[in-house]
C-alpha cells in the first residue's frame, strides 16, 4: 500500500465531507455530525491542521485539529476528529494520521494537544489523562478518556479546557443521549 498523507487541500473537501459521514454514520450518539463540525471548523475563523491520507490517489482517512482554551486563552489544540473509511481501518493509516499531525502542531508551536478518546489507543502516542497535569473537561466523560499530551510538561490547577463554538453541533448530540 502507498499511503500518502498530506495537507488537505479545498478539493479534498467534498471527499472528506462524504469520509467522516461514512466513518461516523454508525455511531448511536453523533450519527455523523463530525462531518458537520470538520466544515465548521474549516469556515471558522482559526488556526486548524488539517490532513488526509491518500491511498492511490483516494483519500480514505482524515485527521483535524483546531484550538483549545482556558479563561479565553488559547493553550494548544484539540485532536478534534480523526477518521479512517472501514475498509482502510486497522492497516496503520489513522497511526500515521495521528503522528502527522502531532508533528504539524509542534512545528506550529502549540505546547498541548488535548483529545476525547480511546484510552487504549491514544497513550501510544504519548497521550496521557489531562487530569495529571490539572485539566479538566467542560463533558462529564471519564477521566481516561480526556487525555493530553503536553510537550512542556506545563501544569495547571483544575484549568477547565474549552472548544470553540463549533463543537456545539456535537454537545448537542452528547446531551441528548443522557
Known sequence: ??????KEKESDIDEVYKLNKEAFSKLTISKGLEADLVNNLRKADCDIVSL????????????????????????????????????????????????????????????????????????????????????????EIPDEVFMALNFNDQKWDNAVINYREEFKVCDEALESRN
Not at 500500500?1 to 498530506?6: D, K, T, Y
Not at 491518500?54 to 476528529?81: A, C, Q, T, W
Request: proline share 5%; net charge positive; no cysteine.
Open 1 to 6: 500500500m502507498n499511503l500518502i498523507i498530506r
Open 52 to 139: 488526509v491520507a491518500e491511498v492511490e490517489g483516494k483519500v480514505v482517512g482524515h485527521i483535524i485539529f483546531s484550538p483549545v482554551y482556558i479563561n479565553g486563552e488559547i493553550v494548544g489544540m484539540s485532536l478534534s476528529v480523526m477518521a479512517v473509511l472501514p475498509d482502510f481501518q486497522k492497516q496503520g493509516i489513522g497511526s500515521a494520521l495521528v503522528k502527522a499531525g502531532i508533528e504539524e502542531v509542534k512545528n506550529k508551536n502549540y505546547s498541548l494537544i488535548i483529545v476525547l478518546g480511546h484510552p487504549e489507543y491514544y497513550p501510544r502516542f504519548g497521550f496521557v489523562p489531562a487530569s495529571s497535569y490539572g485539566l479538566k473537561s467542560t463533558y
